[in-house]
């Protein structure tokens, strides 16, 4: 695939990047005081601002494998409240699944929120108004979006850890496709697969700015990702303002090579910060956390071979169900 | 004194009255949010859509009371100026494209008998209206980049897709298909019945190993896929005038095992009406409706509200005609 290089104008330009890697071993964890503290440190300005939380709800899962947990997003939300938010809600607009209400009663969202009512928005079904898109990697020209989304002084993409099927690791960038409302474009949001699911989420992001990535990493999935892989629990949490060195950190983390992943490479010359040069980590090292993912077949070239092999011998990874977890020749 | 008032406005006390979930949410909120153009969006106060409002009009024709005409009126004028000169239905008035919103807006203009003009030229549209799979540029690309073995289904079985250029799905291809069925005459296109009997294998193509139908990807890597309950219904709605087989059978009776755990009032009123339908036996709808709407009052969304009351009325007007063929309990 290949992108209309002039489309891509004007490229990026931003100081060196800060991504927080946090330790938490589970969901039951202090996660406001992790995610506030990290808010805090990362110098996040949303006093008086509206915000909204896009994390990655797909499918009615009791299991919390699938989707961003609700704790993550509760403890997401409390912490912008508490640096003076002026309103925090939640967004999203499920690819598959129409009945968003299944969704939120199976992971139990009203647990962790409270009512639902005024918080959560259906993106699917929300107001929506066409905006030409910045930049033209694919075919759209325009894409309608969410009045909720575009009204937002402060977005926050908060996907799951998750490898993708189709494009290799699904991260912040990918989870705007929730953005995309139902309404005018399906279930799933077909015309963005024939558009390029890589230039597709340039155009989104490139249109739609997430000004913050939250990345629930305490249990991701690995191998047929999104939806039917298998829980990975990695004990971490990935934050930062740069969504593309949010999503390079989360795959090194990964064991995958981030130049390597098609969308990503191309978020790198457009959009934020790819190179490990020139993202600072906050919290935990990369290497003290890598979690070696397995992967498909179709993407074993993304692996890191040099260092998923020492952390693969670490963790006893065996080949499992036609996935490749060992960077086999 | 009444109390206080759910997000909706109602208030505690019209819960416990004699009146059914149907007239006492359903269709106030249903009159209450039409709004000032004739049309209905999917929440109160939002702009108007082709798919609510034809929901709207086939629940106000359902439930067949006088105070609900005028009301009728006026949403049958939005949708006929919403028509696209080309016959179709956009999602929304202002865009230029027509989607599967027109299986609906015909749908619900031929049963209440008004428009047949507007109908046949929808219908038009339909009929000629082509998924990309199978295309001729598709068949080019397939043979120059190699067959795909991500998904096993077989392309030359072409539907319907959400929007033009895209691949058919299962959805859009049952509501053609119920469309198609109900009407006869000189509404229906002559090139109908291949189109017909090409989407009906689609999606007996489409079904999962197990039964029952998820958006349209039955097995992905060569694992099966999940199905879920609106695809489901849809797709036995829309066969219900084809010879049963075992694997219909087996959908059924999936859907039969998960009404009593769907968690969303739009999948619990969807498997209700499909399972009536079919001569299942299927508990009582109303409590679980009441219990689901205290929770979060359907989240706004008023096309749920509109399958619970034609679910309650137990007159699905749109398979008003024929019976569903030997599958049943």
């Known amino acids: 695939?290949?992108?209309?290089?002039?489309?891509?104008?004007?490229?990026?330009?931003?100081?060196?990047?800060?991504?927080?890697?946090?330790?938490?071993?589970?969901?039951?964890?202090?996660?406001?005081?992790?995610?506030?503290?990290?808010?805090?440190?990362?110098?996040?300005?949303?006093?008086?601002?509206?915000?909204?939380?896009k994390p990655n709800f797909v499918e009615p899962d009791p299991d919390g494998v699938i989707n961003t947990?609700?704790?993550?997003?509760?403890?997401?939300?409390?912490?912008?409240?508490?640096?003076?938010?002026?309103?925090?809600?939640?967004?999203?607009?499920?690819?598959?699944?129409?009945?968003?209400?299944?969704?939120?009663?199976?992971?139990?969202?009203?647990?962790?929120?409270?009512?639902?009512?005024?918080?959560?928005?259906?993106?699917?079904?929300?107001?929506?108004?066409?905006?030409?898109?910045?930049?033209?990697?694919?075919?759209?020209?325009?894409?309608?979006?969410?009045?909720?989304?575009l009204s937002a002084d402060f977005v926050v993409s908060m996907p799951k850890l998750k490898t993708h099927h189709w494009v290799g690791a699904t991260l912040s960038l990918k989870n705007m496709f929730g953005i995309v409302p139902g309404s005018c474009y399906g279930w799933?949001?077909?015309?963005?697969?024939?558009?390029?699911?890589?230039?597709?989420?340039?155009?989104?992001?490139?249109?739609?700015?997430?000004?913050?990535?939250?990345?629930?990493?305490?249990?991701?999935?690995?191998?047929?990702?999104?939806?039917?892989?298998?829980?990975?629990?990695?004990?971490?949490?990935?934050?930062?303002?740069?969504?593309?060195?949010?999503?390079?950190?989360?795959?090194?983390?990964?064991?995958?090579?981030?130049?390597?992943?098609?969308?990503?490479?191309?978020?790198?010359?457009?959009?934020?910060?790819?190179?490990?040069?020139?993202?600072?980590?906050?919290?935990?090292?990369?290497?003290?956390?890598?979690?070696?993912?397995?992967?498909?077949?179709?993407?074993?070239?993304?692996?890191?071979?040099?260092?998923?092999?020492?952390?693969?011998?670490?963790?006893?990874?065996?080949?499992?169900?036609?996935?490749?977890?060992?960077?086999?020749? | 004194m009444d109390g206080p008032r759910d997000s909706l406005g109602y208030t505690a006390a019209c819960a416990v009255s004699a009146q059914g979930f149907a007239e006492a949410r359903c269709l106030p909120l249903l009159l209450s949010s039409q709004n000032a153009d004739g049309g209905w969006g999917y929440s109160a106060r939002a702009r108007s859509g082709?798919?609510?409002?034809?929901?709207?009009?086939?629940?106000?024709?359902?439930?067949?009371?006088?105070?609900?005409?005028?009301?009728?009126l006026r949403g049958l004028r939005w949708l006929c100026q919403a028509q696209l000169p080309d016959g179709s239905w956009p999602a929304y008035v202002g865009q230029s494209t027509g989607c599967w919103a027109t299986s609906l807006a015909c749908l619900a203009l031929h049963l209440q008998a008004q428009s047949p003009a507007a109908v046949a030229r929808g219908l038009a549209w339909l009929v000629k209206s082509w998924p990309s799979e199978g295309s001729l540029w598709w068949q080019l690309r397939t043979r120059l980049l190699g067959d795909s073995s991500v998904v096993r289904q077989d392309s030359s079985l072409r539907g319907w897709g959400w929007t033009p250029g895209a691949a058919s799905w299962v959805e859009p291809t049952s509501y053609a298909l119920i469309v198609l069925h109900c009407v006869a005459g000189e509404s229906r296109p002559a090139d109908a019945d291949e189109r017909v009997r090409l989407a009906e294998a689609m999606l007996d193509d489409r079904m999962c190993p197990g039964g029952g139908w998820n958006?349209?990807?039955?097995?992905?890597?060569?694992?099966?896929g999940v199905p879920r309950v609106g695809p489901t219904v849809w797709a036995l709605l829309a066969l219900r005038h084809v010879d049963a087989n075992t694997r219909r059978q087996s959908s059924l009776d999936w859907l039969e095992g998960e009404y009593p755990k769907a968690g969303g009032a739009g999948s619990l009123s969807l498997a209700h009406l499909c399972l009536q339908a079919y001569g299942r036996p299927v508990p009582p709808l109303e409590p679980a409706l009441w219990a689901l709407y205290e929770r979060n009052q359907f989240l706004g969304n008023l096309l749920a509200f509109c399958w619970a009351a034609i679910a309650l009325s137990g007159k699905p007007i749109f398979l008003a005609l024929g019976e569903a063929k030997g599958v049943g309990p």
């Open chain 2, 50 to 72: 082709t798919e609510v409002t034809s929901w709207a009009l086939m629940t106000l024709h359902s439930v067949r009371e006088a105070s609900c005409d005028e009301a009728a």
């Open chain 1, 69 to 149: 947990h609700p704790a993550v997003v509760s403890a997401a939300r409390e912490s912008f409240l508490l640096l003076g938010a002026r309103e925090v809600k939640v967004g999203e607009g499920p690819g598959h699944e129409r009945d968003t209400e299944a969704i939120l009663e199976t992971i139990r969202l009203r647990d962790y929120l409270g009512p639902l009512s005024g918080v959560f928005v259906d993106l699917n079904l929300d107001d929506v108004a066409p905006i030409a898109l910045v930049t033209h990697a694919s075919s759209l020209r325009e894409l309608y979006f969410p009045k909720t989304v």
């Open chain 1, 1 to 53: 695939m290949s992108l209309r290089s002039s489309a891509l104008q004007p490229p990026f330009a931003r100081p060196p990047s800060t991504v927080a890697i946090r330790r938490a071993s589970d969901y039951q964890a202090d996660l406001t005081g992790l995610i506030s503290e990290t808010l805090c440190q990362l110098g996040v300005a949303v006093r008086g601002k509206s915000v909204l939380l």
């Open chain 2, 215 to 224: 958006s349209g990807n039955p097995r992905v890597y060569g694992v099966a």
């Open chain 1, 188 to 329: 799933p949001k077909n015309a963005l697969h024939w558009a390029g699911i890589t230039q597709a989420i340039l155009d989104i992001n490139a249109t739609v700015r997430p000004d913050f990535a939250i990345v629930d990493g305490i249990v991701g999935m690995e191998g047929n990702g999104p939806i039917q892989g298998a829980a990975k629990p990695c004990g971490i949490l990935v934050m930062g303002d740069d969504p593309v060195a949010v999503d390079a950190t989360c795959a090194r983390v990964m064991g995958l090579v981030p130049e390597r992943i098609d969308y990503l490479k191309k978020a790198g010359g457009l959009l934020g910060h790819l190179s490990a040069d020139k993202i600072r980590q906050l919290g935990e090292s990369v290497a003290s956390v890598r979690t070696p993912f397995a992967v498909l077949d179709a993407f074993r070239g993304l692996r890191d071979k040099q260092h998923g092999l020492a952390a693969h011998a670490a963790t006893g990874f065996s080949k499992l169900n036609g996935l490749n977890s060992d960077g086999n020749p």
